[in-house]
């Protein structure tokens, strides 16, 4: 087992004292700025990445745009001007599949806050992308407002270097995340709250495999009830506190509500999108509506040295983010399976009838 931790941190010190391998990364490179260090390097080497061949990217593309700026002061003002809240971006048909969620956790969590910002969405192809208005990035082929073409290492920096800039032109800070504790926070107060142990909710009304809390009297009603509250101007997260594997079927909400609505639609799973679009959810543009999709768990694990297992963890964190949401007064539904593969057909096709 190998570990990679801040120097003289206390996971740091713990491992080392019970023997394990320890890489120490550097402690003023922030998470999501760093795909580069350690953190990102040494899991990309274990699983075969060609680490010198995208340092050596990176180090050449930065090079290039501290020779010339032109180019990456371009993209800057072009997501600053051109994109007053939503940038949707795609990887389809590039060569670099993935790279839209890693921008969407840094361009999120960089700028969202003080009321401003800019939402980056992943979405599936520029056609889709384009729905609610939002500024469109590829990167190859045509038909986006923008495609910006280049290796794996040379993206990596260049899109840090351009959230910086976006974050100097906004007057905010990009390193930080002020808003990302307020759901940890809730998340320790319902644990409290509950004992360590899940409650039995009651929800508003069930339809089928799905309970619904929330306004509406069907699955359907309650979707186009939640479509109708959207803010103009505004846009849709939808939160999946499921399993990317077992459960990835529920992703194509994404695209069927962005359709019904008209409205930028962001997807992300949780609870990863905590640390990406969780901080622009509360800090960035007032204009969400928010859906939660939780579900049933067949399987739990005990977690050593805590009270409460993982399935109350991870539900604790579902209803956490839900009550700093709800302080906001924002448009929240929760939708509840309590058979996923049942549920989750069931909203799908609630969503396509509307």
């Known amino acids: 087992m190998l570990f990679v931790t801040d120097p003289g941190s206390p996971l740091d010190k713990e491992v080392r004292s019970s023997g394990y391998s320890v890489i ?5 490179v922030g998470g999501r700025f760093s795909v580069l260090s350690a953190f990102g390097l ?3 080497a274990l699983i075969g990445a060609p680490i010198k061949e995208i340092l050596d990217e990176a180090s050449a593309e930065k090079q290039a745009f501290l020779q010339d700026d032109q180019v990456i002061l371009d993209v800057a003002y072009l997501l600053l001007t051109q994109a007053e809240q939503y940038i949707a971006f795609t990887d389809a048909e590039s060569r670099v599949p993935g790279l839209s969620d890693w921008i969407e956790q840094l361009i999120a969590e960089s700028t969202g806050k003080d009321a401003i ?3 980056p969405i992943a979405t599936e ?12 990035v590829a990167y190859s082929g045509s038909g986006a407002d923008l495609t910006v073409e280049g290796s794996l290492g040379a993206h990596f920096i260049f899109w840090e270097w351009v959230t910086a800039l976006i974050g100097a032109a906004l007057k905010i800070d ?5 808003n990302v504790t307020e759901a940890k926070e809730q998340t320790a107060a319902a644990l409290t709250e509950w004992n360590n142990v899940v409650p039995v909710l009651t929800p508003a009304c069930t339809d089928k495999s799905v309970e619904i809390f929330g306004d509406g009297q069907s699955l359907k009603d309650a979707l186009a009830t939640f479509i109708e509250d959207v803010k103009d101007g505004g846009y849709i997260a939808i939160m999946a506190y499921l399993d990317r594997r077992d459960d990835v079927k529920i992703a194509e909400l994404r695209a069927i509500l962005a359709e019904k609505s008209a409205r930028p639609t962001s997807f992300g799973w949780a609870p990863r999108f905590l640390h990406s679009t969780g901080q622009f959810h509360k800090g960035g ?3 969400g509506s928010f859906l939660q999709i939780t579900g049933e768990t067949s399987i739990d694990y005990a ?6 297992s993982l399935r109350t963890l991870l539900f604790a964190q579902a209803i956490g983010d839900n009550r700093a949401l709800a302080t906001r007064k924002y448009p929240l539904l929760r939708l509840h399976l309590q058979n996923r593969k049942a549920g989750i057909d069931e909203i799908l096709a609630a969503a396509r009838s509307l």
Do not use: E, H
């Open 42 to 44: 040494v899991p990309s």
């Open 303 to 308: 977690i050593p040295g805590r009270d409460f």
């Open 125 to 136: 192809d520029v056609a889709r992308a384009r729905v609610g208005g939002a500024f469109t």
């Open 24 to 28: 120490n990364a550097d402690p003023n």
């Open 285 to 287: 543009q007032k204009n």
């Open 174 to 178: 990009p390193f930080n995340q002020p």
């Open 117 to 119: 910002g800019r939402l």
